[in-house]
């Protein structure tokens, strides 16, 4: 059954460097979707090249909590041009992060809200960060109604309870290679307790790699150890976990998957 990386950064270093290496890579290791996602304007744009010139590669476009600082109207309009392309399935990478505090919060709420508006006016789904910033975070999704396949929170690093309350308002949880780690308690519990019908993975690349590849260059092909240890922790088959996170990518992202 195949794989999906609902969320990779391929126009980063070495991944953007030896891209047709990494795609080769991801193929043999059963992963047969990637979904690249931009950070800023740049990165957008890099995102939509990259998945028109491969098949199996999907974009999303949008400014990431962390470059909200000194955005403007020019940048979001021209992310809502690119965001008209046939491959771009999401917006995002957008939300809060407080932890780091790259930019001040109340430009990452403006912006956050801004983005969204545009996210409704296109009909996409939204990807969203969210670090440190769950109860500022909740109220805004919260007023966004209730339905079903509103977005995905990536690279998930609440607890249950806070899943579960997403989960409610109709957004997916991606979980990361972080489920591999030691002290990765919480996101274990996630990965178990969850609805499978809720559940997406990700690998973040060139970010957090799983073990046994901890500190080294994460990439799409990765994504099998962390689908290994998400299959063992809920008792079922990675033949199932891999069938029914790539129907629920197909799903929210409306893909062209086979499975």
């Known amino acids: 059954m195949p794989l999906v990386d609902s969320h990779a950064h391929l126009d980063m270093g070495e991944l953007k460097e030896g891209l047709s290496k990494v795609l080769e890579r991801a193929e043999t290791n059963g992963v047969k979707v990637i979904v690249t996602v931009g950070i800023d304007r740049e990165s957008s744009r890099e995102a939509v090249r990259i998945a028109r010139e491969n098949p199996n590669v999907y974009a999303t476009v949008g400014i990431h909590p962390h470059n909200a600082k000194g955005a403007n109207e020019e940048d979001i309009a021209i992310i809502e041009e690119l965001a008209k392309d046939k491959k771009v399935v999401a917006y995002g990478e957008i939300g809060l992060d407080f932890f780091k505090n790259f930019s001040p919060k ?70 990361p290679g972080i489920v591999t780690f030691k ?77």
């Open 106 to 175: 109340k430009e990452q709420i403006d912006l956050f809200l801004r983005q969204l508006e545009v996210a409704e006016r296109l009909n996409l789904p939204v990807v969203i960060h969210e670090r440190d910033s769950k109860e500022e975070l909740y109220p805004i999704l919260r007023s966004r109604g209730q339905r079903e396949d509103q977005g995905v929170i990536h690279c998930f690093s609440e607890d249950l309870p806070f899943a579960k309350r997403v989960i409610e308002l109709g957004y997916l949880v991606s979980i």
């Open 183 to 259: 002290k990765a308690e919480n996101l274990r519990e996630v990965a178990q307790k969850i609805p499978l019908s809720s559940l997406l993975l990700e690998t973040d690349a060139p970010f957090l790699a799983p073990e046994p590849f901890r500190g080294k260059t994460n990439e799409p092909s990765l994504l099998l150890w962390t689908a290994m240890e998400v299959a063992r922790l809920r008792g079922i088959s990675l033949e199932e976990l891999a069938y029914v996170t790539s129907l629920n990518a197909k799903r929210l992202f409306k893909i062209d998957l086979k499975i």
